[in-house]
Structure formats: structure tokens, C-alpha cells
């Protein structure tokens, strides 16, 4: 069992950066790929980033390429997502997700989820 909490999310100008956090709780953190996606508002959730348990591989979606970041630590069991450049349109609630396989897109191929942090950026 894997609990997930989010925090960062704010209201930042464009161009500006914010920076996601999401402590987990349980000794199997190390054993997950992490993942952060996003859902805008009228619109479905979509991957955005994702780290594999050891951190030896990440993988970002075309959108926020060269703009966001993930990155975790395992002995602080926390994953997070430094988002600096950010626009409009990376207006949405951001959730952290816990799963069995790597680079994975689908929400459905995760375990476990927090309850999502704001994020909103005025033009």
C-alpha cells in the first residue's frame, strides 16, 4: 500500500516556475515507477512525466519536453516536478501515481494516486 501526497501547485505567471512535490508513505516507494500527470479543466487526465524505482531512466511528454523535470529520492520517499517556462496551457490539477511498469502512458496501468494539487498559469 503506497499513500501519495501532493504539494506545490500554485498561481504563477507565464514564464514563470513552480515546483511539485509528492512524499509517499510505505516501505515499497523504491519498488514503483513514479509517475506525474495532469488533468485541464473539461478535459481528460494525461501523462505528463515518469522515473523509473532507481531513477535510471525518466521520460517526459513531448509537450513539456525542456521545460519540466522529474526526479525522485528514495530515501525521502518524494518524487518531484520542477515546471519552469510554463504557459497557459499547463493549467490543470497535477497528480502524482505509483506503478508496477515503467513508461507507461495510461492512468489505468497505475496503482495508486494522490488527490492532486492546482496549478494555474495567467497569460
Known amino acids: 500500500q503506497v499513500q501519495l501526497v501532493e504539494s506545490g501547485g500554485g498561481l504563477v505567471q507565464a514564464g514563470g516556475s513552480l515546483r511539485l512535490s509528492c512524499a509517499a508513505s510505505?516501505?515499497?516507494?523504491?519498488?514503483?515507477?513514479m509517475a506525474w500527470f495532469r488533468q485541464p479543466p473539461g478535459n481528460e487526465r494525461e501523462f505528463v512525466a515518469t522515473?523509473?524505482?532507481?531513477?535510471?531512466?525518466?521520460y517526459v511528454a513531448p509537450s513539456v519536453k525542456g521545460r519540466f523535470t522529474i526526479s525522485r529520492d528514495n530515501a525521502k520517499n518524494t518524487v518531484t516536478l520542477q515546471m519552469n517556462s510554463l504557459k497557459p496551457e499547463d493549467t490543470a490539477v497535477y497528480y502524482c501515481?505509483?506503478?508496477?511498469?515503467?513508461?507507461?502512458?495510461?492512468?489505468?496501468?497505475?496503482?495508486?494516486w494522490g488527490q492532486g494539487t492546482q496549478v494555474s498559469v495567467s497569460s
Open positions: 510505505g516501505r515499497t516507494f523504491s519498488s514503483y515507477s
Open positions: 522515473i523509473s524505482p532507481t531513477s535510471t531512466n525518466s
Open positions: 501515481a505509483a506503478g508496477r511498469i515503467f513508461k507507461t502512458l495510461a492512468p489505468a496501468m497505475y496503482d495508486y
